[in-house]
């Protein structure tokens, strides 16, 4: 059902945003979002670090009442906290008519499908494909876990990925370190993996990860866990970590030890500065490599265990 919205927009200083926020509750708003802060990066935001400088509040009232009251309403309110906030200025919002299609669909043009390789498809959901027999289609929808096949770490993984289900004999057991959404985990399953054994440290990752995999089909072939890469066992063709460079090297010694012998180990979430860390840390194993290949800033290492 399509429903309109009063978009108004405030611009609020850091340390007023939770302040302002619950003011508009107050006069009856149904939504916010904050702009400005990065909310969707590799790092999540750290909860201790102070925010500074001047963030876009989008605050959505319901149409109905007088629009010229509400803006005059919201100017009143922010007069009452411009002694409270320092730099806060009352200053009349702009106004902006949205429906819910605009408001909840908007994000859906960022996602389209992406082939990469000879076979890998990722596409969302509500988009249409006509794929061959030899494609592997993952469908993944943005959701609260990481990885859409949009951020550059993802990307150069499923490349990984892809490259080596490329050889005459496929990789048959996949071991993928902090899986989020799941998307590399059903990646390898779709390309041809037997068997893949997905984990990460974070319960919600987890489910969504399952979901994804029942989603894609593959939820009998693929194993989420919670458990930690310590308590993991088996050895793996394929050992992929999309995970900072700072955890890879911590669980080198882990990571190299769950690879069968001429196993690959695909390592991302490695800013590109970092390499020279990561490359210290897996110097001491019987490792070949790494190729390296890089995208906007992040790198991926691709060793082979010799
Ligand atoms: C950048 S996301 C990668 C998600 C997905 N694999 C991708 O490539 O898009 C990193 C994920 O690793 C998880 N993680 C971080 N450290 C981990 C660890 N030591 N063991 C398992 N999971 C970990 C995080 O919870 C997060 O879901």
Request: hydrophobic share 40%; net charge negative; charged share 25%.
């Amino acid at each position: 059902m399509k429903k309109t919205w009063t978009e108004l927009h405030i611009v609020v200083p850091a340390a007023g945003i939770d302040l302002v926020s619950s003011e508009l509750a107050d006069l009856g708003c149904e939504g916010i979002t904050v702009e400005e802060r990065q909310l969707d990066t590799f790092i999540p935001p750290d909860p201790n670090e102070a925010m500074s400088g001047d963030y876009r509040i989008k605050a959505y009232f319901p149409v109905g009442g007088n629009l010229s009251d509400l803006q005059y309403e919201v100017r009143q309110r922010l007069e009452y906290l411009v002694p409270m906030v320092p730099g806060l200025q009352a200053l009349t919002p702009e106004a902006f008519p949205v429906t819910n299609e605009d408001w909840a669909e908007g994000w859906k043009q960022h996602f389209s499908t992406v082939r990469i390789g000879s076979r890998l498809v990722i596409k969302p959901s509500w988009e249409d494909l006509e794929a061959t027999p030899e494609d592997a289609v993952v469908e993944i929808d943005p959701g609260m876990a990481f990885g859409t096949g949009t951020h550059g770490t993802t990307r150069l993984c499923l490349e990984a990925l892809s490259d080596l289900f490329e050889g005459p004999s496929l990789p048959q057991r996949v071991l993928d370190v902090g899986t989020g959404s799941g998307i590399l985990a059903i990646a390898a399953a779709k390309l041809g993996a037997s068997r893949v054994l997905a984990c990460d440290i974070e319960e919600e990752s987890c489910r969504i990860a399952q979901a994804n995999c029942d989603l894609n089909g593959v939820g009998a072939r693929v194993e989420i866990t919670g458990a930690p890469l310590e308590s993991l066992e088996g050895d793996f063709h394929i050992v992929v970590a999309n995970i900072l460079a700072e955890e890879n090297a911590r669980l080198a010694d882990q990571l190299v030890s769950r690879l069968a012998p001429g196993g690959a180990l695909v390592l991302s979430g490695i800013l590109q500065e970092k390499e020279p860390l990561v490359q210290a840390a897996f110097a001491p194993y019987p490792l070949s490599g790494p190729e390296i290949s890089r995208r906007e800033e992040w790198s991926c290492l691709v060793y082979r265990k010799v």
